[in-house]
């Protein structure tokens, strides 16, 4: 019947968000549930540095977030968790655009190639980190940093950031994805 909400899309969009809440605050899925069921009220976290700010027609364009079940996957060293961490990555990049077709697969080969989307994936050479491999690292909210560091190796803060890194400086996925193919990085 037309109209109907089910049960499944009620409960994705309510933990996405919870997902997109987190990025928007800096913190873990998990500590931002958490909060929620001691009953804290949502605070946005004031600690992004360096983070472009962009009105595309979204609430918070840095922080739409995933609702798949396993986006508990915020550790990010697994298949499991890499492969939870481009589900959020899916659903960040919706309101960009870039959730299908060729903006799609171009983001997804470029952090392929970046880190295999590894939200703890760290370069010892050029000390790049993180899903977008973000160099420094401080450029990204501290949720996103290494936990070594004070952060939480954030998944969705780290996609979110860098989501919107590629909507400054190169307007789109494909561009930065052409950029990454000619210099060998972006």
């Not at 508990?72 to 481009?86: D, H, I, L």
């Not at 703890?120 to 977008?132: F, H, K, L, R, V």
């Not at 160099?135 to 939480?152: N, T």
Request: hydrophobic share 35%.
């Amino acid at each position: 019947m037309p109209g109907r909400i089910n049960g499944f899309s009620l409960a994705y969009s309510a933990v996405g968000a919870v997902v997109m809440w987190s990025g928007i605050k800096g913190e873990t899925i998990s500590d931002t549930f958490k909060g929620l069921l001691s009953g804290q009220a949502p605070t946005q976290n004031t600690e992004q540095i360096g983070t472009p700010s962009l009105n595309i027609g979204t609430p918070d364009a840095s922080s739409i977030a995933s609702a798949t079940a396993s986006a508990s996957g915020e550790s990010g060293g697994t298949n499991n968790g890499n492969k939870a961490n481009q589900a959020i990555g899916k659903i960040l990049a919706a309101p960009y655009g870039w959730a299908t077709g060729q903006e799609w697969d171009d983001l997804v080969s470029l952090w392929n190639r970046e880190s295999g989307w590894n939200n703890t994936a760290d370069n010892p050479q050029s000390g790049a980190y993180g899903i977008p491999q973000s160099l420094p690292y401080s450029k990204m909210p501290k949720a996103a940093w290494p936990p070594s560091d004070g952060g939480s190796a954030s998944a969705s803060a780290q996609i979110s950031w860098g989501l919107s890194y590629i909507k400054s400086t190169y307007g789109s996925p494909s561009a930065a994805w052409a950029h990454e193919v000619s210099a060998g990085w972006y």
